[in-house]
């Protein structure tokens, strides 16, 4: 059974910078597509980024250019570099794992997902 753990949370100024990590278990982890969400209070939870077994990636619109998405297969870890964070990114941030060779944005695509770690960026 896969497991996923999330860590690198915190609160960050406006502006800062956070990297959140992502360990995973199992021997699926070099196929299969690795997802970043995250869900706001009152909201609901949205695709991140996702990076695909052979790097490619996707970013959601509001992240494009802030947000880099990478992964080391021989640690199975994916991380998510966020640059220029703004008070619209305060949110749980969700690791997950999707499709086997692949790449998706749905959440629907994606199972075995971590607790969650809380991101919060102050003015």
């Known amino acids: 059974q896969v497991q996923v753990g999330e860590s690198g949370g915190g609160l960050v100024q406006a502006g800062g910078s956070l990297r959140l990590s992502c360990a995973v278990s199992?021997?699926?982890?070099?196929?299969?597509?690795m997802g970043w969400f995250r869900q706001a209070p009152g909201k609901e939870r949205e695709f991140v980024a996702a990076?695909?077994?052979?790097?490619?990636?996707l970013y959601a619109d509001s992240v494009e250019g802030r947000f880099t998405i990478a992964r080391d297969n021989a640690k199975n870890t994916v991380n998510l570099q966020m640059n220029s964070l703004i008070l619209e990114d305060t949110a749980v941030y969700y690791c997950?794992?999707?499709?086997?060779?692949?790449?998706?944005?749905?959440?629907?695509?994606?199972?075995?997902w971590g607790q969650g770690t809380q991101v919060t960026v102050s003015s």
């Open positions: 990076i695909s077994w052979n790097l490619s990636t």
């Open positions: 199992g021997r699926t982890f070099s196929t299969n597509a």
């Open positions: 997950a794992q999707g499709p086997r060779y692949s790449i998706a944005n749905s959440q629907f695509d994606f199972g075995s």
